[in-house]
């Protein structure tokens, strides 16, 4: 069976690998002259990387350190303590360190216990208040989707403070919106994983570029074994048969048609919106896509005349735009610079610093970094290089969640894979990779009660 997927991120090479490792034949197209979607890496003309965002691993991602692990690939990852550090003016570093020798959920109610910019009874009140997810299930977080993170944390009891110091930035790591504009679902579905899972809250960065440790890697392998990655191939439309109700082929930019037997988008949804044909538009599984709008980010790197914040970790900020950061020449040993650092910021949210002149970003950025950092008023910047990404994960905003759709599609040879469809992980590279196997499920499931007829198509020109 010939498998056309439109999309190069994980999704996309988790379907890929997958279904060339089951013998079929398969072309991925990716329309970026680099593999790795949301998770990319690319040299600039000094050869230094420059990443799309600052890719952070935890324990609680089984299925992509699963696949990995299965491809050879299990060994691309520097682990970090369980630790989540705040940087603050008022406080300096804190951090809520998951003690290691305790039982779940304690391990990490101590962690809240020892964490210095909330007062005692901030913290009796968050760890009352997390009680009901800590000790609840799936089930239960799936119910308070409706309702904001923000209004159920203090609907709960925990105050503003915890609000301020903590969750908004969770928040903001998770999907670049403030605890007020984003689901309870999707804090809550985070904190259930932590809670349950000695491992979960584990953090890693990839060693070095994801490039080069895991696209690059996985390209040789499905072209070792039959299939096809081609890059800078951007799909524009999906040729849908309304009579017979079956696509019959994806448009490239370049007036090529890519037509097989199975089809799936593996796109960002804003990218799959705009390939609809009128003809899909029709189907309220795909009307419903509408609802889902990517959150704007911003991620920058500074590169330093020395050594700036000095840990070999994570670091979260409330109060600022630098929602997460790290010293990459510290975190990711491929990146070492003998002691000059290399600051990585997702800056978030971004709705309105995104529109910003290049000059003024840094400037805003520097601001708040020198106030969480002073030393690095001292410090030389020698450049920066700036990624914006105007539609990045979509927003988990309350009630979208179910908008989501499934991996089918009503086309019967025509499937989605993307952590915007339905799956019980967050919007994250853990989340495209349960999507991307449930794709795969959903493909086989149709095979086996006939649903796809391979045909044996080839690639023709339009």
Same mark, same amino acid.
């Given at each position: 069976?010939?498998?056309? *997927?439109?999309?190069?991120?994980?999704?996309?090479?988790?379907?890929?690998?997958t279904?060339?490792?089951?013998?079929?034949?398969?072309?991925?197209?990716?329309?970026?002259?680099?593999?790795?979607?949301?998770v990319?890496a690319?040299?600039?003309?000094?050869g230094?990387?420059?990443?799309?965002?600052?890719?952070?691993?935890?324990?609680?991602?089984?299925h992509?350190l699963?696949?990995?692990?299965?491809?050879?690939?299990?060994?691309?990852?520097?682990?970090k303590?369980?630790?989540?550090?705040?940087?603050?003016?008022?406080?300096g570093?804190?951090? *809520?360190?998951?003690?290691p020798?305790?039982?779940t959920?304690?391990n990490?109610?101590?962690?809240?216990?020892?964490?210095?910019?909330?007062?005692?009874?901030?913290?009796?009140?968050?760890?009352?208040?997390?009680?009901?997810? #800590?000790?609840?299930?799936?089930?239960?977080?799936?119910?308070?989707?409706d309702e904001?993170?923000?209004?159920?944390h203090?609907?709960?009891g925990?105050?503003q403070?915890?609000?301020?110091?903590?969750m908004?930035?969770?928040?903001?790591a998770?999907?670049?919106?403030?605890?007020?504009?984003?689901?309870?679902?999707?804090?809550l579905?985070?904190m259930?994983h932590?809670?349950?899972?000695k491992?979960?809250?584990?953090?890693?960065?990839?060693?070095?570029?994801p490039?080069?440790n895991?696209?690059?890697?996985?390209?040789a392998? #499905?072209?070792?074994?039959?299939?096809?990655?081609?890059?800078?191939?951007?799909?524009? =439309?999906?040729?849908?048969?309304?009579?017979?109700?079956?696509?019959?082929?994806?448009?490239?930019?370049?007036?090529?048609?890519?037509?097989?037997?199975?089809?799936?988008?593996a796109?960002?949804?804003h990218?799959l919106?705009?390939?609809l044909?009128?003809?899909?538009?029709?189907?309220?599984?795909?009307d419903?896509?509408?609802?889902?709008?990517?959150?704007?980010?911003?991620?920058?790197?500074?590169?330093f005349?020395?050594q700036?914040?000095?840990?070999?970790?994570l670091?979260?900020?409330?109060?600022?735009?630098?929602?997460?950061y790290?010293?990459?020449a510290?975190?990711a040993?491929?990146?070492?610079?003998?002691?000059?650092?290399?600051?990585?910021f997702v800056?978030?949210?971004?709705?309105?610093?995104?529109?910003?002149?290049d000059?003024?970003?840094?400037?805003?950025v520097?601001?708040?970094?020198?106030r969480?950092?002073?030393n690095?008023?001292?410090?030389?910047?020698?450049?920066?290089?700036?990624?914006?990404?105007?539609?990045?994960?979509y927003?988990?905003?309350?009630g979208v969640?179910k908008?989501?759709?499934?991996?089918?599609?009503?086309?019967?040879?025509?499937?989605?894979?993307?952590?915007?469809?339905?799956?019980?992980?967050?919007?994250?590279?853990?989340?495209?990779t349960i999507?991307?196997?449930?794709?795969?499920?959903?493909?086989?499931?149709?095979?086996?009660?006939?649903?796809?007829?391979?045909?044996? =198509?080839? #690639?023709t020109?339009?």
């Amino acid at each position: 069976m010939r498998v056309i *997927i439109a999309g190069g991120g994980p999704a996309g090479f988790v379907v890929a690998r997958t279904m060339v490792d089951r013998g079929h034949e398969v072309v991925l197209l990716e329309k970026r002259a680099v593999p790795g979607g949301k998770v990319s890496a690319w040299r600039d003309e000094d050869g230094d990387w420059i990443e799309s965002g600052l890719h952070v691993f935890f324990g609680a991602y089984h299925h992509l350190l699963g696949f990995l692990e299965r491809y050879g690939l299990g060994d691309t990852f520097n682990w970090k303590p369980a630790e989540m550090i705040f940087a603050s003016e008022r406080h300096g570093l804190a951090g *809520i360190r998951f003690v290691p020798w305790l039982p779940t959920p304690l391990n990490g109610l101590a962690g809240v216990a020892g964490f210095k910019p909330l007062s005692w009874g901030d913290k009796l009140r968050m760890g009352l208040g997390l009680m009901r997810p #800590i000790f609840g299930d799936q089930r239960y977080v799936d119910q308070q989707d409706d309702e904001s993170y923000a209004s159920w944390h203090l609907r709960h009891g925990m105050g503003q403070r915890s609000l301020d110091e903590v969750m908004h930035t969770m928040a903001l790591a998770l999907n670049f919106q403030p605890a007020d504009r984003v689901s309870a679902k999707l804090a809550l579905t985070a904190m259930l994983h932590f809670a349950h899972e000695k491992e979960a809250p584990r953090m890693a960065l990839v060693k070095g570029s994801p490039d080069t440790n895991i696209w690059r890697p996985l390209i040789a392998q #499905i072209e070792a074994r039959g299939g096809r990655v081609e890059l800078g191939r951007k799909v524009v =439309a999906i040729k849908h048969d309304a009579a017979a109700n079956q696509v019959t082929g994806f448009a490239l930019e370049d007036g090529e048609m890519i037509t097989g037997d199975v089809y799936v988008s593996a796109m960002p949804v804003h990218s799959l919106r705009k390939v609809l044909p009128e003809s899909l538009r029709q189907f309220a599984y795909f009307d419903n896509l509408k609802h889902l709008k990517g959150s704007p980010v911003i991620t920058m790197q500074l590169f330093f005349d020395r050594q700036i914040a000095g840990v070999d970790n994570l670091l979260f900020s409330a109060g600022t735009h630098l929602s997460v950061y790290a010293d990459m020449a510290m975190v990711a040993p491929e990146y070492h610079r003998g002691g000059k650092s290399i600051m990585q910021f997702v800056v978030a949210p971004a709705e309105e610093l995104i529109k910003l002149p290049d000059d003024e970003l840094v400037r805003v950025v520097m601001e708040e970094f020198v106030r969480l950092h002073p030393n690095a008023r001292s410090a030389r910047l020698l450049k920066h290089t700036i990624v914006r990404i105007p539609n990045s994960v979509y927003q988990a905003l309350p009630g979208v969640d179910k908008y989501r759709p499934d991996q089918a599609s009503p086309v019967p040879n025509l499937f989605l894979a993307g952590d915007f469809t339905r799956q019980h992980f967050l919007a994250s590279i853990e989340g495209a990779t349960i999507s991307a196997e449930q794709c795969v499920a959903r493909i086989e499931e149709a095979l086996a009660r006939g649903a796809i007829a391979p045909a044996g =198509a080839a #690639i023709t020109v339009d």
